[in-house]
């Protein structure tokens, strides 16, 4: 018993470590808490989708391993909680310009073809996530085209 009780507040330790490093209205909790819904989205997460998901976020982001891990952990917990993606896409349409927000949708982009196809399921997410964000359809499908000549050439 007492072993749970050291592992409760452990837990909560942990997660107020997480809170500290990332606030509600940081718009990478938002990014990463959308390419988390993503990556499950098709019912099949891959370990190549997750390992991208570590490597975007850790990359873009230019964050610690621990970092990368908090913030997937705290996007996980958002994601759980969220009914709908307007309170993500808010907040990036809030902190990020433009060309930020069509880099939400490159990286989402990134990460759906992390395991080499498209699902529907992932194809519609990025198409309504784009349109929440005010990314175009020119965009949208630009952006797709040069991910996928970036991953033929490597």
């Given at each position: 018993?007492f072993?749970?009780?050291?592992q409760?507040?452990?837990?909560?330790?942990a997660?107020?470590d997480?809170?500290?490093?990332?606030s509600?209205?940081d718009?990478r909790v938002?990014?990463?808490?959308?390419?988390v819904h993503?990556?499950?989205?098709?019912?099949?997460?891959?370990?190549?989708?997750?390992?991208a998901?570590?490597?975007?976020l850790?990359?873009?982001?230019?964050?610690s391993?621990?970092e990368?891990?908090a913030?997937?952990a705290?996007?996980r917990?958002?994601?759980?909680?969220?009914?709908?993606?307007y309170n993500?896409?808010?907040?990036?349409?809030?902190?990020l310009?433009?060309?930020g927000r069509?880099?939400?949708?490159?990286?989402m982009?990134?990460?759906?073809?992390?395991?080499?196809?498209i699902?529907?399921?992932?194809?519609?997410l990025?198409?309504r996530v784009a349109e929440l964000?005010?990314?175009?359809?020119?965009?949208?499908?630009?952006?797709?085209?040069?991910?996928?000549?970036?991953q033929?050439?490597?």
């Amino acid at each position: 018993m007492f072993d749970n009780l050291v592992q409760f507040f452990k837990g909560l330790s942990a997660n107020e470590d997480e809170a500290c490093l990332f606030s509600d209205g940081d718009y990478r909790v938002a990014a990463a808490a959308l390419l988390v819904h993503l990556v499950s989205v098709d019912g099949v997460v891959e370990e190549a989708e997750q390992k991208a998901l570590r490597t975007l976020l850790k990359d873009r982001y230019a964050l610690s391993d621990d970092e990368t891990k908090a913030l997937i952990a705290l996007a996980r917990e958002r994601d759980n909680e969220a009914v709908d993606l307007y309170n993500f896409t808010s907040v990036l349409k809030r902190n990020l310009d433009e060309d930020g927000r069509a880099q939400i949708i490159e990286m989402m982009w990134e990460l759906v073809l992390a395991d080499g196809h498209i699902h529907e399921f992932e194809d519609n997410l990025v198409w309504r996530v784009a349109e929440l964000l005010g990314v175009s359809r020119r965009d949208r499908i630009r952006l797709r085209q040069s991910v996928q000549a970036q991953q033929d050439d490597q």
